[in-house]
T-cell receptor, first 115, second 112 residues
Framework: DTGVSQDPRHKITKRGQNVTFRCDPI?????LYWYRQTLGQGPEFLTY????????KSRLLSDRFSAERPKGSFSTLEIQRTEQGDSAMYLC?????????????FGEGSWLTVV | AQTVTQSQPEMSVQEAETVTLSCTYD???????LFWYKQPPSRQMILVIR??????QNATENRFSVNFQKAAKSFSLKISDSQLGDAAMYFC?????????FGGGTRLMVKP
């Protein structure tokens, strides 16, 4: 299966530590998205890449968050100086290079618990 | 700004029966897309059905169909012949472009 892959699936970290999540999109997809989902809520958009260019960023993405997509392939989401409020599932998704509105495919998510 | 509202936090249906999940949205865009996603307990979000706003015909995918009322900004999902495997969180989402805005979700329980 060559779906969207995320690593690690679960991460427990102490407050103040930095964490990094990796996402490998479906191979022919040039669009990549990061969402955050807390328990009992719908996902919230964080950021969007088309190839290596970061084209949109949500106001939710504070200066402690940084996302990259070098060479337009995999992407990383780093959270610096984690806070308990960062505890959530971080979802990565990708979509193919066609007109907007095309189906977005999600990964299984990376759970972050900040203690 | 877009908003998506799902007014039913939980719904329950008997196996083999039909259930309808409600969704309303608000957007200033004239061209947009609407989606229903399913998130089973394993947590991976799976697309159930999508609707282009410019199409008047309601989308259908096997046992899943939508009732799209553009003027009322309503986009409900009907699941026919419900199966135990349909139990999950269902999220309604809208997108004028590349960004999806999700509702808060409806937890669907299927009783055997």
């Amino acid at each position: 299966d060559t779906g969207v892959s995320q690593d690690p699936r679960h991460k427990i970290t102490k407050r103040g530590q930095n964490v990094t999540f990796r996402c490998d999109p479906i191979s022919e997809h040039n669009r990549l998205y990061w969402y955050r989902q807390t328990l009992g809520q719908g996902p919230e958009f964080l950021t969007y890449f088309q190839n290596e260019a970061q084209l949109e960023k949500s106001r939710l993405l504070s200066d402690r968050f940084s996302a990259e997509r070098p060479k337009g392939s995999f992407s990383t989401l780093e959270i610096q100086r984690t806070e308990q409020g960062d505890s959530a599932m971080y979802l990565c998704a990708s979509s193919p290079p066609v007109r907007s509105g095309n189906t977005i495919y999600f990964g299984e998510g990376s759970w972050l618990t900040v203690v | 700004a877009q908003t998506v509202t799902q007014s039913q936090p939980e719904m329950s249906v008997q196996e083999a029966e039909t259930v309808t999940l409600s969704c309303t949205y608000d957007t200033s865009e004239s061209d947009y897309y609407l989606f229903w996603y399913k998130q089973p307990p394993s947590r991976q979000m799976i697309l159930v059905i999508r609707q282009e706003a410019y199409k008047q015909q309601n989308a259908t995918e096997n046992r899943f169909s939508v009732n799209f009322q553009k003027a009322a900004k309503s986009f409900s999902l009907k699941i026919s012949d419900s199966q135990l495997g349909d139990a999950a969180m269902y999220f309604c989402a809208s997108s004028p472009g590349n960004m999806l805005t999700f509702g808060g979700g409806t937890r669907l329980m299927v009783k055997p």
